[in-house]
């Protein structure tokens, strides 16, 4: 009998707590599950905080994942059905998940939106998240490469610093007269590495000379990659950029080992830090005079999950997020993916060289297949630096690799 | 009470349990993860279709496709490169430390001891270490080997296709060397000192003595060693990943680093269960002579 009573009790008690609406409150209240690549203190992590703190209903519950897992544990959590709402995805990925639906389309959202407008954004970072009148994501920002350069060394090798290499048998040339075996300096630094850097590296040669990921083998293309074996052989550039990372290849830049390097604006913090000289940063060189620039397109985008229960929400947060172009170079040391007004960019001419070279900067692929095609990519180059291979032999069958992904 | 626990414990149903708990776990642990990649290297499959069973059944042509592939023929040959010579060099110098370490100077078991320090540090740790001591322009061990005259110029020892699996090699027979040393020493140790007593008073020399005495009587513990070795060289993962990734040009990768970059950097998780299953098969038979080894320990 007692036990009866307390039952019933319990079950008043619970019906009366409903009708004081106190559940109801927990029922507005949501939560915003975000994946990011982010460290605690970069990016997504603050600037989630400051949205909480405009949106007192919303909760942003951000985790952070390695950038190379994310692809991994996403196509997971999507066999599951425990997505995140958010989630970052590497430009060239894209197309992974949007192919197999997992992805909202935000173009409708979009469309209604007052604070995202699609005709400012540059054609590259645009390129990334489009697909046909479909949008799968918003590019948070945006890095490209250039070629930084010590002009110091141009001046004690008889160059001119305010002339800095802008074809590659300009590149050749001044990279041959600034090397330097008996003091260990090399005249280039780069990343030949077997992994997406050197794909990332590597894809904007070839485009240079005519090409793409799904056209490697013309005979320009070919140019391009014995470009590189010449680099190598005649010791312009270390055997070890075979091995070493972007940030490893630039470090030696930085310590005076090597007088130009390829890389991106990530590296300026560290550079103004470490490089105990004049350094400047110059576009890419072009194949031949006046042929086409272009440049990588890196960092990532912002994506919703299809199966997100909050797309609204999740929206209003990418809106936020992209409200705070401005001040990304500043704050992340991104590159504005959209035409804005930067007040006081940090290095103001590297930013300024940095956003011309975004304008042609490509997206790498898309290809739902993106990893074989990289993968490709970066066999041939390696193939052909360690002379396993003739450049046109590895390219062939890269070609082939390439072909026989895409058509599966 | 007492007596049903009791009639448990002495009975035959104590015996069963004992045997159910460890044929459970290993079946678990084991047994179903390995079934699992062999079910997985005949199916069609990709990082979307992980969560089901129900996959399309595709026989052996993932077998084929991985096989077909141009660097198959070069991971399996630098695998049995990587393997014979590590576990060779290992065994031959931890036998020759082993025995060093049996004369008796002053502070020999504490030195021995230290020896271990090495075989405690974690792969990854060792690999970047190898790393930085072997790079190319700047690494100490070029600078050492010039500063004696032995080399003119730099070795590359992590980009240079001739050289990076053999830098792979060094850095894994340092890792390996301690633990070879520490199980041979228990097996010397087990060798009673009057059958080389009785040896030398026949007239036996040191080196008639290591032929004829040390080495038929460490038999079974060669075998055992020898095994394991062969074993971790195969699982050696953390190491090719921190030292050299494979590369350059696939010129130092092996076959446990393969099927993880199938797996996890193509998302073709079918060929990396292919070498997977492959690397089991191999494994198994390592297995067996080792079980058989350890056999012929107990008997001796």
Known sequence: MSRLKCLSAGLVCAVALGLTGAPRADAAHITLNVWTIDLESQYMFPLAKQFEALHPDITVHVKHVQFQDINNDLARASITGDVPDISYIDNPYIDLFGSRGLLLDLAPMIAQSKMIDLSKFYPGPLAAVKYGDKIYGIPRGANTLALYYNADKFKAAGLDPNKPPRTWAELYADAKTLTDPAKHVYGLAFSAVASEEGTFQFLPWIQMAGGDYNRLNTPNDVEALQFWQKLIDEKLASPDTLVRSQYDSTATFNAGDAAMAISGPWELPRMAKDAKFDYRVALLPTMTAGSAHVSALGEGDNVILAKSQHPKEAFELLEFLNSKMPSVWNDWGFLPVEQVTVDHPNWPADYALFLQALQTARVRGPSPHWADISQAIQTAVQAALTHQATAAQALATAQQSVDATVNQ | ?300
Request: charged share 10%; proline share 3%.
């Open chain 2, 1 to 300: 009470m007492t007596r049903m626990i009791a009639r448990f414990r002495d009975g035959s149903s104590f015996d069963l349990t004992l045997v159910a708990l460890a044929l459970a776990y290993l079946f678990v642990f084991a047994a179903l993860p390995m079934l699992y990649t062999v079910v997985m290297s005949v199916q069609k499959i990709d990082m979307f279709t992980l969560g089901t069973l129900a996959r399309p059944f595709v026989g052996l042509r993932n077998y084929a496709h991985v096989l077909a592939m141009p660097v198959a023929w070069r991971v399996a040959t630098n695998t049995a490169i990587f393997v014979v010579l590590s576990v060779v060099l290992q065994l031959v110098i931890g036998l020759v430390l082993a025995i060093y370490f049996r004369q008796d100077f002053p502070g020999a078991s504490t030195l021995r001891g230290l020896f271990l320090a090495g075989w405690v540090m974690p792969a990854l740790v060792v690999g970047a270490i190898w790393r930085w001591l072997l790079a190319g322009d700047f690494g100490v061990v070029n600078f050492l080997l010039g500063s004696l005259g032995l080399i003119k110029g730099h070795i590359f020892w992590i980009s240079d296709p001739h050289v990076a699996l053999y830098s792979l090699i060094i850095a894994n027979v340092w890792l390996g060397i301690p633990f070879n040393m520490l199980l041979l020493s228990v097996g010397l140790a087990a060798i009673p000192a009057d059958v080389y007593e009785a040896a030398s008073l026949d007239g036996a020399s040191a080196i008639q003595r290591f032929l004829f005495v040390t080495l038929p009587m460490m038999r079974a513990t060669l075998g055992a060693v020898l095994s394991l070795s062969i074993i971790f060289t195969m699982q050696q993962y953390d190491l090719v990943a921190a030292l050299t990734q494979g590369g350059p040009s696939n010129a130092s990768n092996v076959a446990q680093y393969w099927s993880w970059q199938l797996s996890f950097e193509t998302y073709d998780i079918a060929g990396g269960s292919v070498v997977a299953v492959v690397m089991i098969l191999v494994v198994i038979l390592v297995a067996i002579l080792y079980v058989r080894s350890t056999r012929l320990e107990q008997q001796a």
